[in-house]
C-alpha cells in the first residue's frame, strides 16, 4: 500500500476516507441515538432521485442528489414529525419513489454510464478535488452546528420533551439533524455508495456506543473507528482488488462480531 501512496488518486481517497469518516461519526451518533436509522436509509435510497436527474440534466451529481436527499430529509420531517403513526409507510414511499425516479431519469439520459454503478456501491478511488472540497466544507458545517448547539442537540436526542419545556424547537433540531444526515449521506455515497452507506454510519457508532460515556464521546470514537475501518477496507481493496465501498463494510462487519465476541466473553469471564 505505501508504494500506491505515490498516486493522486490513492491520496485522494485517503484524504476522502478521513473527512467522510469524522462526518459518519458525528452525524452516525446523532442518528443512531434519535433513532432515525431507517429514516437515514430512506434519505440514502431516494437521494438516487437526485442522482438520476443530475445526469439526466447535465449538472454536478453531487448537487443533484444533496438537493434531492435535502428535499426527501425535509419531507420525511414533516411527515414523521406530524403523524408519527403512519412515518414507516411515508419513509418506504419516499425511498421506493426516490429510486424510481432515478432509474427513469438514468434510462431517459442518452448514452452508457459506465460510472453509474459507483453510486450504488462506491468508488472512492475515483475522488476528485472538487469532491475533497465540497466535502470539506460539508465537515466544516457540520462540526460548526455541532460546537455551538451541542447542548440543544443533546437535549433533544435524549429528552425531547424536557428540550420542549426549556423553549428548544423540538422540530427545528430534528429536521436539522435530519438535513445534516442527508448531505454526509451523499458524500459517503462516493466511498461505500447509497446500498451500503447506512452500515458505515451506524456500525462504527454500535461500538463507540458501549464504550463511551457521553455524546461527544461517541462521536469522537465513532469516528476514530470508522477510519480505522475505512482506511483498512481501503488497503484490503487495492492488494486483492476488490470494491472498496464493500471491502470497507465487511471490515467494519468483522470489527463489529470481534467486539460482540470479546465483550460477551469477558462478560461471561466477569461473572464467573
Request: net charge neutral.
Amino acid at each position: 500500500m505505501i508504494e500506491a501512496l505515490q498516486f493522486p488518486f490513492f491520496q485522494h481517497a485517503i484524504v476522502a476516507g478521513i473527512l467522510v469518516s469524522l462526518a459518519a461519526g458525528i452525524i452516525g451518533s446523532l442518528i443512531v441515538v434519535n433513532r432515525m436509522v431507517f429514516l437515514s436509509g430512506g434519505i440514502a435510497h431516494a437521494s438516487y432521485g437526485g442522482i438520476g436527474m443530475a445526469l439526466y440534466f447535465g449538472i454536478p451529481v453531487f448537487l443533484g442528489a444533496s438537493l434531492f436527499a435535502v428535499a426527501a430529509a425535509m419531507l420525511i420531517a414533516y411527515l414523521t414529525l406530524h403523524d408519527k403513526t403512519r412515518s414507516d409507510t411515508f419513509i418506504g414511499l419516499i425511498w421506493a419513489v426516490g429510486m424510481a425516479i432515478g432509474v427513469i431519469f438514468t434510462d431517459m439520459t442518452p448514452g452508457y454510464h459506465t460510472d453509474l454503478m459507483s453510486y450504488l456501491f462506491g468508488s472512492i478511488l475515483a475522488v476528485t478535488d472538487t469532491d475533497l472540497w465540497m466535502t470539506t466544507t460539508l465537515l466544516g458545517v457540520i462540526v460548526t452546528v455541532v460546537l455551538f448547539r451541542y447542548r440543544e442537540i443533546v437535549a433533544v436526542s435524549y429528552d425531547s420533551e424536557f428540550a420542549m419545556l426549556r423553549g428548544i424547537s423540538v422540530s427545528f433540531y430534528h429536521t436539522l439533524m435530519l438535513v445534516l444526515s442527508a448531505l454526509t449521506v451523499v458524500i459517503a455515497i462516493k466511498v461505500v455508495g447509497l446500498i451500503l452507506v447506512i452500515a458505515m454510519l451506524t456500525i462504527p457508532v454500535y461500538i463507540a456506543e458501549k464504550i463511551a460515556r457521553s455524546l461527544w464521546q461517541m462521536m469522537i470514537l465513532s469516528g476514530v473507528f470508522c477510519l480505522i475501518f475505512t482506511l483498512s477496507g481501503l488497503w484490503l481493496s487495492y492488494r486483492y482488488d476488490l470494491t472498496s465501498g464493500a471491502s470497507i463494510i465487511l471490515v467494519s462487519a468483522a470489527a463489529l462480531i470481534l467486539f460482540v465476541s470479546v465483550r460477551h466473553l469477558t462478560k461471561k469471564i466477569v461473572k464467573q
